[in-house]
């Protein structure tokens, strides 16, 4: 099975702007998570999405949104882009819902604002 | 919400000799928690996890070990190898549930 696929793999974009990211689950996986990582804070939740449905939201600010199409493929979505959105942003997928926790993580994209 | 702690933040072992990771988290409600293994410039990836019904779990040179008691759970790699140099990242879920909080990772070194 091919694995967790992100696009695109590096972008950069001045503040104010907005960008869209997109995620490929594992074939046959239906949730994935978004997490953002920065050496100073860490790999952090940003949301998850089951069967097109928001499951779970993490503690950052709405400008950061997301969404699931029905073939699983996720997006997410920074509007007014900040220089402190800078960061590698990872999707993760999962296969089922309950019970089945094992995670597994794309490539990410690399993002610099400027 | 749930905190995850790692310690120590840096290790350096010789190779050959074992290497061991804690970490700690704060809910109760935590009932899975994985390792992940992040080399420089790639993603981070599964390598052992360990449910709160389970005490122990080995998967060849690596372990992994959970006290709920203390809340704590530790990994343990043996026979390290140079290959085997990394960030490792502990995570649990908060409230039983799918999301993932992160500890700060482990830088581990392994000296030839």
């Known amino acids: 099975k091919a694995g967790v696929t992100q696009t695109p793999r590096y972008l950069i974009k001045t503040r104010g702007q907005q960008v869209t990211l997109s995620c490929s689950p594992i074939?046959?996986?239906?949730?994935v998570s978004w997490y953002q990582q920065t050496p100073g804070q860490g790999l952090q939740f940003l949301f998850e999405?089951?069967?097109?449905?928001?499951?779970n939201k993490g503690n950052f600010p709405g400008r950061f949104s997301g969404r699931q199409f029905s073939n699983s493929r996720s997006e997410m979505n920074v509007s007014t882009l900040e220089l402190g959105d800078s960061a590698l942003y990872l999707c993760?997928?999962?296969?089922?819902?309950?019970?089945?926790?094992?995670?597994?993580f794309g490539p990410g994209t690399r993002l610099t604002v400027t | 919400g749930e905190n995850v702690e790692q310690h120590p933040s840096t290790l350096s072992v010789q190779e050959g000799d074992s290497a061991v990771i804690k970490c700690t988290y704060s809910?109760?409600?935590?009932?899975?928690f994985p390792w992940y293994k992040q080399e420089l410039g790639k993603r981070p990836q599964l390598i052992i996890d360990?449910?709160?019904?389970?005490g122990e779990k080995k998967d060849q040179r690596i372990a992994v070990t959970l006290n709920k008691t203390a809340k704590h759970f530790s990994l343990h790699i043996t026979e390290t190898q140079p290959e085997d140099s990394a960030v490792y990242f502990c995570?649990?879920?908060?409230?039983?549930?799918?999301?993932?909080?992160f500890g700060k990772g482990n830088q581990v070194v392994v000296i030839p």
């Open positions: 809910d109760s409600a935590s009932n899975y």
């Open positions: 360990i449910r709160s019904n389970v």
């Open positions: 993760a997928s999962r296969a089922q819902d309950r019970g089945d926790y094992e995670q597994y």
């Open positions: 995570a649990a879920n908060p409230y039983g549930n799918n999301r993932l909080a």
């Open positions: 999405y089951f069967s097109e449905t928001q499951r």
């Open positions: 074939s046959g996986h239906r949730s």
